[in-house]
């Protein structure tokens, strides 16, 4: 009868070790198995949702000529003007020559209808190249960019710093601007000049 009670405890000593034994050992099962298994990065598609964007630059100060320009996937249509008019300020990664001048900050961009409103800083305006050509290409640079890339908008009106009715040495501002095509053809008008030598001035034109 002295045998029970010694079965008893060699019972209660060894249940518990057993327990703990095959914790232990599915613990190391565990980490072997995660140590073979090859883990996954998450599957990301270079390129989801970027697009094309068309921009023009000079090509031999003479003239506009496309750039072909991968953005970034953006939300809505203001969103992806921002990002497209923040490359064309970057300037041409060809042989082309940048239009905008150097400094050039886009301050605010709104979308009504068929009409873009673009705000720049006044370095566009003070830093612009002397000269009907340069003033146009810079303008319809922008003019163009955004008509070709945003279907939907057919007139783009420039603000400088708040101001509406900007007027550049020969070009007016105040009124928006339709895309001009043609300068990707030929050289930039020279400004008219009436018979005492002033220059004559027109709207979205050389002045």
């Known amino acids: 009868m002295a045998?029970?009670?010694r079965k008893k405890l060699t019972f209660s000593i060894l249940i518990p070790?057993?327990?703990f034994l095959l914790f232990f050992s599915i613990m190391i099962w565990q980490k072997y198995r995660s140590s073979q298994e090859v883990p996954v990065a998450p599957?990301?598609?270079i390129g989801e949702g970027s697009r094309s964007a068309t921009?023009?630059?000079a090509a031999e100060g003479t003239r506009l000529a496309r750039e072909a320009r991968e953005i970034e996937p953006c939300e809505d249509d203001t969103v992806c003007l921002e990002s497209v008019l923040d490359e064309l300020l970057n300037g041409p990664v060809g042989g082309y020559e940048?239009?905008?001048p150097e400094g050039t900050v886009v301050n605010a961009v709104r979308i009504e209808g068929d009409l873009a409103t673009i705000e720049f800083n006044r370095t566009f305006s003070d830093a612009m190249l002397s000269g009907s050509s340069a003033e146009m290409l810079a303008?319809?640079?922008v003019v163009?960019?955004?008509a070709v890339n945003f279907p939907q908008i057919q007139k783009v009106k420039i603000n400088v710093d708040g101001n509406e009715a900007v007027i550049l040495r020969h070009l007016d501002l105040s009124d928006s601007l339709e895309p001009d095509y043609s300068l990707e053809h030929s050289p930039s008008a020279e400004p008219e000049k009436k018979s005492d030598g002033a220059?004559?001035?027109r709207k979205g034109g050389p002045r």
């Open 199 to 201: 220059t004559t001035m």
């Open 144 to 146: 163009d960019t955004v």
């Open 55 to 57: 921009l023009f630059f």
């Open 3 to 5: 045998a029970h009670p």
């Open 43 to 45: 599957s990301r598609q």
């Open 17 to 19: 070790f057993l327990v």
């Open 98 to 100: 940048k239009t905008v």
């Open 139 to 141: 303008v319809y640079s």
